[in-house]
């Protein structure tokens, strides 16, 4: 069982920078792939980015790509996802994934969710 704990959600104006952080329990977190998605208001859910075992290979969203980076800390069992540039489009509730197989960016190959962080873009 792997328990996922997001933090650093949060208000900010169009602009401005935000880093979430999603801390993993367990001691095989290196050997997971790790992603972020995000669920706009009254929206379906959407891949934000993801992150490979080693940090290598690390695909975006065409919406967050350029502003968004995904990158993690396997000493500290960590992945994070810094937010620059934010729209008021990408508030959302912010979730982060773990999967044991591949690096994908479908949802429903991740076996693992946290609860999410709230992200609100103000114009």
């Known amino acids: 069982q792997v328990q996922l704990v997001e933090s650093g959600g949060g208000l900010v104006q169009a602009g401005g920078s935000l880093r979430l952080s999603c801390a993993a329990s367990g001691r095989t977190f290196s050997t997971y792939t790790m992603g972020w998605f995000r669920q706009p208001p009254g929206k379906e859910r959407e891949f934000v980015a993801a992150i490979s075992q080693s940090g290598g290979t690390t695909p975006y969203a065409h919406s967050v790509k350029g502003r968004f980076t995904i990158s993690r800390d396997n000493a500290r069992n960590t992945v994070y996802l810094q937010m620059n540039n934010l729209k008021p489009e990408d508030t959302a509730v912010y979730v982060c994934?773990?999967?044991?197989?591949?690096?994908?960016?479908?949802?429903?190959?991740?076996?693992?969710w946290g609860q999410g962080t709230q992200v609100t873009v103000s114009s």
């Open positions: 994934a773990a999967n044991f197989g591949r690096l994908t960016t479908r949802g429903y190959d991740y076996d693992y």
